[in-house]
Structures are given as structure tokens and as C-alpha cells.
């Protein structure tokens, strides 16, 4: 079993729907990350979390630590939020090395 | 202000070769970690270097190398290039390692071996 697993793997909608990606754990956590990866390669950092929750603009994401879950919002979506997002986690302490444990990304299209 | 860059942005080798990456941090950032991403996978650890030392080393053979310069640009090195060496080339840096320092990430360098 993957130690980050998100879900859905693939997730197609119409332009304007609210989307939700979901992100879980299996290992302690000293931080969490959502990320966004474009056709082509080049990766953004949307959000770190360690707890509760974070907005920019119309994305939001949450986390609940004891449950080891996190979500990626998006209201309001838009064929420019087609993209991969991902969910990383970086497992240890404060001093430990920012080794992050990837998911394996969710494509998400949205149509016009 | 200038983003974390990487160079070259594409890069074509037979099998065998070696290969050199390049990769400047924001400025300011003293961390850069390195990935590499498979196509279809997700990114895996390859290398941290803080203060110009290694910090950490993820899985990867001895092929692999990588050192960070004074001014905390960093390059990554590949030796006897392999077909699965096929892959994008991710640069992240940080202002220091650890939590909260969040990590900001490259266009990355595509590597193709042929």
C-alpha cells in the first residue's frame, strides 16, 4: 500500500462545478503539500499545511491531522484549472531532511 | 523576482553518456532538492543539499551525484546513462531545510536517453 494515496485518479468535469480532490496518509507527518503540475512538467506549489485550513483565491485545502486526510477545493473551476495535482508529505521532524512521499497525482480536466 | 531556474530545459543522450544539470535557487534559498519523474509517475527524492552539504539521499545508485556551489546553485550529475534514466529533472529550493520552509519547484530539465 502506497503511503500517500489520493483519489479520484482522474476526474473530469464541467467548467464552474466545485471540485474536490482527496489526499490520505499512512505515516506521521510534519507537513503536508498540494501542488500543481501542467502539461509540460513545471510544478507549483499551491499549499504547505500542517494543520487546518488554507484558501488562495478559489482554492482551498484542508487537512485533519488525526484522521490523516486532507482535501484540495476548487470553486468555481475553470478549463485553465486543468492541470495534475498532487499531494506530498513530509514525513519526520522539524531537522529532518525535506524528503517528500509523493502521491500519484490526480488529472483533473475540466470542459468548457 | 526571479523563480528557482534549470538548465538546460531539454537534453538529448545515447546510452552510456553523462549528463550535467543545473539548477539556481530562489535567492536567498539555501536548500535544493532534486526529483526525478518518471513520465506517468509521481516525482522521487534523488538528493538535499543544505549549506552546500548532502543532507539527504534518496534511493537512487551511485550513477548519481550531485554537489551544491558557494553561491547555493546546485548540479546534478548523471553517469552511464540508462534508458530509465529517461525522465524529467526536478530542482526545488527552500530557504533552509525542515518544516516550515515550503519548497519551490523548477520548470525541470526533460531528459532523453536514447
Known amino acids: 500500500k502506497n503511503e500517500v494515496e489520493q483519489s479520484p485518479q482522474n476526474l473530469t468535469a464541467q467548467e464552474g462545478e466545485f471540485i474536490t480532490i482527496n489526499c490520505s496518509y499512512s505515516?506521521?507527518?510534519?507537513?503536508l503539500h498540494w501542488l500543481q503540475q501542467h502539461p509540460g512538467g513545471g510544478i507549483v506549489s499551491l499549499f504547505m499545511?500542517?494543520?487546518?485550513?488554507k484558501k488562495h483565491g478559489r482554492l482551498i485545502a484542508t487537512i485533519n491531522i488525526q484522521e490523516k486526510h486532507s482535501s484540495l477545493h476548487i470553486t468555481a473551476s475553470h478549463p485553465r484549472d486543468s492541470a495534475v495535482y498532487i499531494c506530498?508529505?513530509?514525513?519526520?521532524?522539524?531537522?529532518?531532511?525535506?524528503?517528500?512521499?509523493w502521491g500519484a497525482g490526480t488529472k483533473l480536466i475540466i470542459k468548457p | 523576482d526571479a523563480g528557482v531556474t534549470q538548465s538546460p530545459t531539454h537534453l538529448i543522450k545515447t546510452r552510456g553518456q553523462q549528463v550535467t544539470l543545473r539548477c539556481s535557487p530562489i535567492?536567498?534559498?539555501?536548500?535544493v532538492s532534486w526529483y526525478q519523474q518518471v513520465l506517468g509517475q509521481g516525482p522521487q527524492f534523488i538528493f538535499q543539499?543544505?549549506?552546500?552539504?548532502?543532507?539527504g539521499r534518496g534511493n537512487f545508485p551511485d550513477r548519481f551525484s550531485a554537489r551544491q556551489f558557494p553561491n547555493y546553485s546546485s548540479e546534478l550529475n548523471v553517469n552511464a546513462l540508462l534508458l530509465g534514466d529517461s525522465a524529467l529533472y526536478l530542482c526545488?529550493?527552500?530557504?533552509?531545510?525542515?518544516?516550515?520552509?515550503?519548497?519551490?519547484f523548477g520548470p525541470g530539465t526533460r531528459l532523453t536517453v536514447t
Open positions: 526545488a529550493s527552500s530557504f533552509a531545510q525542515g518544516s516550515p520552509y515550503e519548497q519551490y
Open positions: 505515516v506521521g507527518i510534519s507537513a
Open positions: 535567492s536567498g534559498h539555501k536548500s
Open positions: 499545511l500542517s494543520s487546518g485550513k
Open positions: 543539499y543544505y549549506e552546500k552539504e548532502e543532507r
Open positions: 506530498a508529505v513530509r514525513r519526520g521532524h522539524m531537522d529532518s531532511n525535506y524528503q517528500l512521499i
